[in-house]
């Protein structure tokens, strides 16, 4: 049976949306018919070649929601039209501390959520909350498990604690923002551009500054006094100031490294202070099912910047490029 897909046949080329066969399950696996999607910077670095484990041709997509239209042998037929979102991590391993080495995340290298029809292992679905329009449930599960394994299971934030969030305009630091604020955190945000900084004030941030100012610590330092937890998904030159923007005990979390590597630091600093410098990656199981009832218990509303057509991936991606969204991009079929 035929289905229609945005297909990214090579780096050089556009992403076109065209039949493709519909997936073939297996056991274990179920068929959902998405009702919306969402991009993230993943989709974006992999259109154009600069993303580990390349293949093509391939259907992006990571975030996706719909319904089960389809079980595989071994799966209980109770999934059958159930509304569901899709946890994009599969394979995480034995240790809920780190990915082991089958990890893999849906939309690279097994075909995405950017078309009719996705396969999936039945234990990656978790019921769609309820108070969610599709739109806004097929946008929480990569940049929301991300920022909420990032801010919790990783930087222990907790009541009271001050928190940066750094890069607040991408979806993931749209999350960690709306995660922190609902837990009763005091969050600071950093953005490039005024506007971001604005809307992040609007859902709960006391305030911002851009990066691009050449006093943005020191700025930081007077208006916070000092973070007990930093979010942080560039790494990049600015990433040396983090430690003097710690309070003792601090923890940075990080994912991500969008403007380089991690410069020279002030180790001295890290171990006078008793700081922690820890990576992240996704989230597993736990993580996500933690997430969808912390959300739910807040009647968290994800933030979408934009929504397209499911066949406009290709528009989508040109709108990530320029870099212009606040929150998520999202596919509605």
Known sequence: MPMKANVLEAPDKPIIWKEVETPTLAAGEVLVKIKAAALNRRD???????YAGLKYPVILGSDGAGTVAETGEGVDASWLGKEVIIHPAGNWGENEDYQGKDFKILGLPDDGT???YVKTRAEC?????????????????????????ALFTKGKAKKGDTVLISGVGGGT????????VA???????????????????????????????????????????????????????????????????????????????????????????????LGTTMGNATDFKNMIAFMTAHQIIPVIDEVFALEDAAKAIEKMAAATQFGKLVLKA
């Open 125 to 149: 679905l978790y019921d769609k909350p309820a108070y969610l329009t599709w739109e806004q449930a097929a946008a929480i599960p990569l940049a929301g498990v991300t920022a909420y394994r």
């Open 114 to 116: 950017f078309a009719e």
């Open 173 to 180: 630091g749209a999350f960690a923002l709306q995660w922190a």
């Open 44 to 50: 974006y670095w992999i259109t154009i070649g600069k």
């Open 183 to 277: 837990a009763g955190c005091r969050v600071f945000v950093t953005s490039g551009t005024g506007e971001k900084i604005e809307m992040a004030r609007r859902l709960g941030a006391l305030a911002g500054v851009n990066y691009k100012a050449q006093d943005w610590a020191e700025e930081l330092k007077h208006m916070a006094g000092g973070f007990d937890v930093i979010i942080d998904s560039a790494l990049g030159e600015g990433f040396a100031k983090f430690p003097d923007l710690c309070n003792p005990g601090g923890r940075i979390v990080f994912f991500g490294g969008t403007a380089g590597d991690i410069p020279a630091i002030n180790g001295r600093k890290v171990f006078w202070k008793q700081l922690q410098l």
